[in-house]
């Protein structure tokens, strides 16, 4: 079993079998959901760099719908990526002068598919903040997400296309009980978050080195072919 399972599955254990703390659609498998997301989002919008932030990429998953459509309300540009990087346009932007439906409506997963502007990691905008879903986080920044990789995916081939800055902070909305006070397994390839908001607190974690690019040797081929941007970007790597 992979050494991050077991956290995976004590969090989502804890949160379904907390009707306080939960929400639909059930915390197995997902980035899960949580009363007092909304006050996380609150909590959130308090910190100087989102106040400054232009430009944030928001995680689709249900926990940060708040976060997204806060964002939006304000006039950020809100970039959100379809779910696994599935598509040959891999993301969704999402701007307050461009919409004709409430913030809220259009930051849902579905929504964001149905109103936002397919968007290349080419033609994006330089980001000032990100928003990444986690299962687990520790004080130190560690996290650990549902298993999919796919956050650090789009985090490497951004860092490559200098998309993002090494100053960008990067933050998470959880609830308190997924902050764990103990060390977590990571990857060369895992990025550790920069601020943790809970509907209760807020802490700031010490900034460490995060990825540079995309580890090439920990991706097999099923995992490259599956995803448009690293077939397209494996192609450009070879060009040269």
Known sequence: MNEKQPFRERIWQRIDADRDV??????????????????????????IEWQRARVVKVNPDSPQL?????????????????????????????ERSRLKVPALEAASIEGAARHGVPTTFDAMAAIDFIVCGTVAVNPSGVRIGKGGGYADLEFALLTELDKVSSEVTIAT?????????????ETRHDYRVDVIVTPTRTLRCPRWARPTGIVWEDLDADKIAAIPALVARRAR????
């Open 22 to 47: 939960g929400r639909p659609p059930g915390a197995q498998g997902r980035i899960p959901n949580f009363a007092g997301a909304e006050a996380a989002a609150s909590r959130l919008a308090e910190l």
């Open 66 to 94: 708040a976060v997204r459509a806060r964002a939006i309300e304000e006039g950020k540009l809100v970039y959100v990526p379809v779910p696994r990087l599935s598509a040959e346009v891999p993301f969704f932007a999402l």
């Open 237 to 240: 790597r070879a060009e040269g």
């Open 173 to 185: 909305s959880v609830h308190d009980v997924q902050l764990l006070d103990e060390e977590l397994p």
